[in-house]
């Protein structure tokens, strides 16, 4: 398993119409995976891949240290097709993929800051935005906290429900009424972000008074949440570091004034 998961260092992510343009004709690779929208690339000299992109309108992302993203500078793009099939892939294999301690330790944080800034009760809804694998649930349990898990992915919901965690996709937030969401919990999600109608959505469903709380990883995606809230008339209530061995990057507790 660790020999495929090193594997993976040389594998490009991009949608169909990406590789077509400036892939496909171009440079020596193997197809590793092909969807009905995104390709799955591997190369031995992905450096060379990655120069086609160049001087153009895409950025690559780099995700746990070993994938490659292509990601569209402009946000209305193909982007969040790109990054649901890439979790889909990795679903599977998620928690061999990363630092479990680490990210247990962040979750903690965050729930430490969620205690700090809500009275907390049982009736409040508390949502684990991008939950994954659902590492937040036994966590949450410990201090009595109920989490509901929210994530994109069909195969990650899976593996959070049969933890025992209540989970929802983005078909049931839109259901719930404005204003009816006490608070969201975000761990290693917002650093990916380049789109603002997710952020948007969450932002209607949550009631007056309510926060997001969020690490950013390498302070990545920091500028594109505090802009997008602002706009939305929401206020910064804390930005901080915690001192810890691990670097979570910053933390952001946003309120709906």
């Known amino acids: 398993m660790q020999q495929v998961i090193d594997e993976f260092e040389s594998l490009l992510i991009c949608h169909k119409d990406v590789y077509k343009t400036h892939i496909e004709n171009k440079t020596e690779f193997e197809v590793l995976k092909r969807t009905s929208s995104v390709i799955f690339i591997k190369s031995n000299n992905l450096k060379n891949i990655i120069d086609n992109f160049k001087n153009s309108n895409f950025i690559i992302k780099k995700y ?49 800051l969620l205690l700090k800034t809500i009275n907390y009760n049982k009736q409040m809804k508390i949502i684990d935005f991008g939950c994954g694998s659902g ?3 036994s966590l949450s349990m410990n201090i009595n906290v109920k989490l509901i898990g929210l994530d994109r992915c069909p195969l990650m919901r899976k593996i959070s429900k049969e933890k025992g965690m209540d989970v929802w996709g983005y078909a049931d937030l839109i259901k719930q009424p404005f204003n009816s969401i006490n608070a969201y919990i975000s761990s290693y999600v917002f650093h990916l972000f380049q789109e603002s109608n997710s952020l948007k ?19 990545q995606g920091i ?17 901080d570091n915690f001192e810890n061995k691990y670097n979570h990057g910053k933390y952001l507790i946003f309120k709906k004034e």
Do not use: C
């Open 64 to 112: 746990l240290d070993k994938f490659n993203l292509v990601i569209h500078t402009n946000e209305n793009s193909n982007n969040q097709i790109v990054y649901d099939k890439f979790f889909e892939f990795i679903a599977p294999i998620y928690e061999k993929l990363i630092d479990i301690k680490r990210n247990e330790n962040n979750i903690n944080n965050l729930l430490s």
């Open 223 to 239: 500028d594109i949440f505090i802009s997008t809230l602002k706009n939305l008339g929401g206020e910064i209530a804390i930005i």
């Open 201 to 219: 959505l969450l932002w209607k469903k949550l009631m007056y008074n309510g926060t997001i709380i969020a690490n950013f990883h390498k302070n």
């Open 135 to 137: 590492l937040s649930h």
